[in-house]
């Protein structure tokens, strides 16, 4: 049963995060039950939650948990913790699994000997206790009896709000039961379905997904249960096509007015998935249809959508451009998505003009997207182009003067060995900014930065006296030069330090302290350790009640 079920399974399933989260959760596991391949239990989280494994599936470890992650469909942090606990006792799961089987067989053999009369006192027995169970009987019973009216009327009531609402809006607290009785309306309409009433199933699940859709605006989902609800309402109207095959070219109008209405973000069918009941002839409709809608509204988001959905399936590549191409921004983005698309389909070339246009139309190269200048800058490189490399990133830089522009352009100059040319124009234009911005001594100037990340100290050093520079900045530059200019560091450091004095908080401490370290250093480079001590001293004694801060000082020999 166990067989697939290791520690690197469960890493594998669930991911990195969700797998060490789940370790912290094996002592919240209580309840555990072992059948014959499934293992269930509850684990106590932020509420407690129905955890099942299925051990034995074809497709491997799977497991369902009704926590708002897994019902979503992933393998959540309680799934994890099950299945440790599971491996923690998996010396007695063979006798624990076939002791269920044992069960089972003894229920099977016990069931037997009943007679039709006994068989339904027991059943009865059953749904007096259990409300939910009736309700699932009474509806299969309908189904079966042809009482279509009396199933449809049932569906009403268990999509109705009323019984869990307060002032007509259903509260967090009780959606999750409303999603449960929500949740046997598409086994009601599988069961009309199942019943050779097609025709009528389908009509059944379209008003069902109204009545959801209706029902959503007054319910606080944030579990995401009417998603299932919808999902599983979607599925069970598929399976009545499939059945009845209704008119094709009347289905496709529906699905059509399905993607692009407002039920569609309840039960999100995907037309595609009706292809094998539209047929050729639907099909056609469906795409011709799908075709008008975006010409009349280019622009609207789900007509949009929908016909690059369409046309990615049918590999139609010229079509998903002609949506973009239809809606393209300003910054470039729609440019770059024309990009990857034909570059999925082998068309470097026309990718490559496509990102180019992006760039030459942008009304401000300073706004485009940056990914766009990144995708040119390497198709440039790769292809050995690396004048236009250097001139794209050169224009970049010249229109967002940042440091990473900076970086990007001596990286791509250094490529085409032309960065000693270069530079001296790029830290021009830094330094022209720079100067006529000295009047409102903005922090951190760029070119600061750059001097430093190119790891010119002294011309850094100028700049910062010249132009300005922040605090980050300056820490930078006494570390660069304590050993070679102690006194200039020593400066820079007790500057730092004077508004640190008048403040608190152990990180103040550990940055202060962190300052007076280097402090030390300056003076035992100058020789003045007289000083640094008489310095330390005063400190010490104005600030004596900052009991962490003198804590952390004993702890530097301060």
């Not at 979607?234 to 209704?246: F, K, S």
């Not at 469906?286 to 975006?294: G, H, K, S, T, Y």
């Not at 690396?386 to 791509?412: E, K, N």
């Not at 820079?492 to 007076?516: K, S």
Request: with cysteine.
């Amino acid at each position: 049963m166990n067989g697939d079920l290791t520690r690197a399974t469960l890493k594998e399933l669930a991911g990195h995060r969700s797998f060490e989260r789940g370790q912290g959760y094996l002592n919240a596991v209580t309840g555990v039950e072992v059948g014959d391949g499934w293992v269930t239990a509850t684990v106590h989280g932020t509420e407690r939650y129905a955890v099942e494994l299925n051990l034995d599936s074809s497709q491997g470890v799977r497991g369902a948990c009704d926590c708002p992650y897994g019902l979503e469909g992933n393998f959540c942090k309680h799934l994890v913790a099950l299945g440790l606990t599971v491996l923690a006792q998996r010396d007695g799961l063979p006798r624990q699994r076939e002791a269920a089987r044992q069960r089972e067989q003894t229920l099977n053999t016990w069931l037997s000997t009943f007679s039709k009369d006994e068989l339904l006192a027991l059943v009865h027995e059953q749904i007096d206790q259990d409300r939910q169970l009736r309700r699932r009987l009474e509806l299969r019973a309908a189904s079966a009896h042809g009482d279509l009216a009396g199933v449809r009327s049932r569906i009403r009531e268990l999509l109705d709000i009323g019984p869990f609402a307060q002032y007509g809006y259903v509260e967090y607290a009780d959606a999750r039961a409303y999603a449960e009785q929500a949740m046997q309306v598409a086994a009601a309409i599988d069961a009309v379905t199942e019943a050779g009433h097609g025709d009528e199933a389908i009509t059944m699940a379209v008003e069902a997904m109204q009545l959801l859709t209706q029902a959503a605006d007054s319910v606080d989902d944030s579990d995401g249960g009417l998603g299932q609800v919808g999902a599983c309402l979607a599925e069970a109207h598929l399976n009545a096509c499939r059945i009845a095959r209704p008119d094709p070219e009347k289905l496709a109008r529906w699905l059509i007015q399905q993607a692009l209405g407002d039920i569609d973000g309840v039960t999100d069918i995907d037309p595609l998935d009706y292809e094998d009941v539209l047929g050729e002839r639907g099909m056609s409709t469906l795409r011709e249809l799908a075709i008008e809608a975006w010409r009349r509204r280019r622009t609207g988001w789900a007509e949009r959508s929908l016909m690059q959905h369409l046309a990615r399936a049918g590999g139609d590549v010229d079509l998903v451009i002609a949506v973009h191409a239809a809606d393209l921004t300003a910054n470039g983005h729609t440019h770059l998505l024309i990009a990857h698309e034909l570059d999925a389909a082998g068309r470097s070339e026309e990718a490559v003009d496509w990102a180019e246009r992006g760039v030459r139309d942008a009304p401000d190269l300073g706004a485009v997207d940056t990914a766009l200048v990144d995708y040119l800058c390497e198709r440039y490189l790769r292809s050995a182009r690396l004048a236009q490399a250097v001139a794209l990133r050169r224009a970049h830089f010249g229109a967002r003067r940042s440091l990473l522009t900076y970086q990007q352009l001596r990286a791509v100059a250094r490529a085409a060995e032309c960065w000693q040319g270069e530079r001296p124009q790029a830290l021009a234009l830094l330094r022209g900014e720079a100067e006529q911005s000295t009047g409102i001594r903005y922090a951190g100037p760029v070119l600061v930065d750059a001097l430093i990340d190119d790891q010119d100290d002294e011309a850094a050093w100028e700049a910062a006296h010249g132009i300005g520079a922040d605090g980050r900045q300056w820490r930078t530059l006494a570390d660069r030069v304590r050993v070679s200019r102690p006194a200039d560091a020593l400066g820079v450091y007790l500057r730092l330090a004077e508004p640190l004095l008048g403040q608190t908080g152990n990180t103040i401490y550990e940055q202060l302290v962190g300052l007076l370290v280097n402090v030390r250093d300056c003076h035992r480079l100058l020789g003045t350790q007289e000083d640094f001590t008489a310095y330390v001293t005063a400190l010490r004694g104005a600030h004596r009640r900052k009991r962490n801060l003198m804590r952390l000082m004993d702890a530097h020999g301060l």
